[in-house]
């Protein structure tokens, strides 16, 4: 591996990392019974058809009335409901301390992207959610290119898209399954499991 500042690419993904994403949030706003917030979070938010529609395979016409059929009654499929309607203002919100980093990445002469498994609902408002929307110079959510990480796929796609060199990429991400893709497509990488900018900063050399 490279000395982290001779990277000319820093790769991040979004969800844990960027920026806080946690579906509670717009459960909570019509329900404070914790029996409700979990069986919809895992029915619906954490579900294999969740995933799919990450993965850009299915749409949420399809998708949401399959999820809300999955709930044990209809007064919890009512909360459901009305949490999807704009799940993706609530859910999503800059993490703290991702702005200096990113501030300073490009400060320091380094290009920024993201790489991230994404509906495409969240991939047409990333600009609200994200710190510093306007320092990126790229992006690649999931479900643009039907396949998602760990696939080496998107990985491969990306590299092309963006017009990029893997050995020139570092690539954060919050799941080491996803790093170990990375690697196996030649861009290097850190698994960022613990959420602390603090040390992010250290890896970074910042």
Known sequence: ?????????I?????HVVCEYDSRRS???????????SEIRWVVYNSAPWQMLDAGLDTEENAFPRLLSRLSSDEVRE??????????????????GMDEVITALKARGQRIYILSNASLRLAACWKRHFPCPDLFDGLLFSAQVKCIKPQK???Q????????DPADCFFIDDLQRNIDAARACGMEGWTFRSGDVGELRKVLEL
């Open 1 to 9: 591996m490279k000395n982290i500042k001779d990277y000319k690419n």
């Open 11 to 15: 790769v991040f993904d979004m969800g």
């Open 27 to 37: 459960i909570a706003r019509f329900t404070s019974d914790e029996r409700v917030i």
């Open 79 to 96: 909360i459901a409901r009305k949490s999807l309607i704009d799940y993706e203002e609530v859910n999503l919100w800059p993490k703290a």
């Open 153 to 155: 796929e998107i990985y």
């Open 157 to 164: 796609i990306f590299f092309d898209r963006v017009g990029l």
